[in-house]
């Protein structure tokens, strides 16, 4: 039938298409910082703000005893101080040009040596090291860092300079002494003997940081160059090392910094002779050696004043070089961050 007509539904009590309204959920409101809080923030703002402020507390206050302690000198001698070749201590004659010009010499020699020497080593440990050596090769690396400068000071006076005094010494005078930089007779101690030995000390901390930086080179580096057919040692050079050269750059200058400020071992090997010498073979002295040295036998007010002078000047060539640093950083990566070229 056509027209039948179909059962109603029974009503339970409720429409059947009735909507449930869903009342919104109401968000806890931000518990308001009580009074104790607000006080421990305030404290430890405080307590970081006096740290900030005693790094450059601490820089002012002994920039300021340099100057003050090293007035008589700069009165007595004036900018000649630093381009004087004298230092007779009896009849009160001084100038720190020599001991300018070893401790720039030796910290010098020890980059040419040192830094291929560790960025070599930080290549291998990350690059092409076994697993089973990376752990004792990286620890042993850096266990050189810890030995104490007096430690290398007796090594290189018992070990290194006869070394060099017997074999090296006689080998660089008869193949490279047309130079000029390899002559004269080989005492074993000198400017060579403190560069090595300065070399040595600043391996580990080269070393150490290059490592670091290569290993945080992400891995598509390497993988984007091997996939275009570079060689092993393409991929290293193009997409390792190009990549991490503003803190291989840096680790190298950390290096320096510690080249420059090093005393005791370069004070044991070095001669200890107020002279400019174009040979690496002859004795010299550095900034650091002399202050060591001398300051306990320093007699008169103009004697002890000028070895404070020099202490300045070191405190100079220290901030001149950490600016040069930051200049090659920046024609490095242009203020931007290292990024490898393929």
């Not at 017997?166 to 000198?190: K, M, S």
């Not at 000390?201 to 930086?213: A, G, L, W």
Request: aromatic residues 10%.
């Amino acid at each position: 039938m056509a027209n039948q007509a179909f059962p109603r539904p029974q009503l339970t009590g409720q429409p059947v298409s009735q909507k449930t309204t869903v009342e919104p959920k109401t968000r806890p409101l931000p518990l308001m910082p009580s009074s104790s809080g607000e006080v421990a923030d305030r404290l430890f703002g405080f307590a970081m703000l006096t740290c900030a402020v005693a790094i450059l507390g601490l820089l002012v206050l002994i920039v300021y005893e340099l100057v003050g302690r090293s007035q008589l000198s700069w009165h007595a001698f004036g900018w000649k101080f630093f381009a004087g070749r004298d230092w007779n201590p009896v009849e009160e004659h001084f100038g720190a040009l020599p001991f300018i010009y070893g401790t720039l010499v030796s910290s010098l020699l020890a980059l040419i040596i040192a830094v291929p020497l560790a960025v070599g080593v930080a290549v291998f440990t990350t690059e092409m090291c076994p697993k089973w050596l990376r752990g004792p090769l990286s620890f042993t690396t850096e266990l050189l860092a810890a030995i104490p400068s007096v430690i290398y000071g007796l090594w290189a006076i018992f070990v290194l300079v006869p070394l060099l005094r017997q074999y090296v010494q006689p080998f660089l005078a008869r193949t490279l002494g047309w130079t000029g930089l390899f002559e004269g007779p080989p005492y074993g101690i000198g400017m060579l003997a403190a560069g090595i030995i300065l070399a040595i000390m600043i391996v580990p901390i080269i070393s150490s940081i290059t490592r670091e930086v290569l290993m945080v080179v992400p891995q598509h580096q390497r993988e984007g160059v091997l996939a275009l057919g570079a060689t092993r040692w393409e991929m290293i050079r193009i997409g390792v090392l190009r990549n991490a050269r503003a803190g291989i750059l840096g680790g190298v200058i950390l290096g320096l910094g510690r080249a420059l400020g090093e005393t005791m071992a370069v004070t044991m090997v070095i001669g200890n002779r107020p002279e400019i010498a174009r040979s690496l073979f002859a004795p010299g002295y550095t900034m650091a050696s002399v202050i060591a040295n001398e300051f306990s036998e320093a007699t008169g007010d103009v004697y002890l004043s000028a070895l404070i002078e020099i202490g300045l000047a070191l405190f100079l060539v220290t901030i001149v070089v950490n600016a040069l640093a930051r200049l090659m950083v920046w024609s490095v990566t242009r203020g931007l961050p290292a990024r490898a070229h393929v």
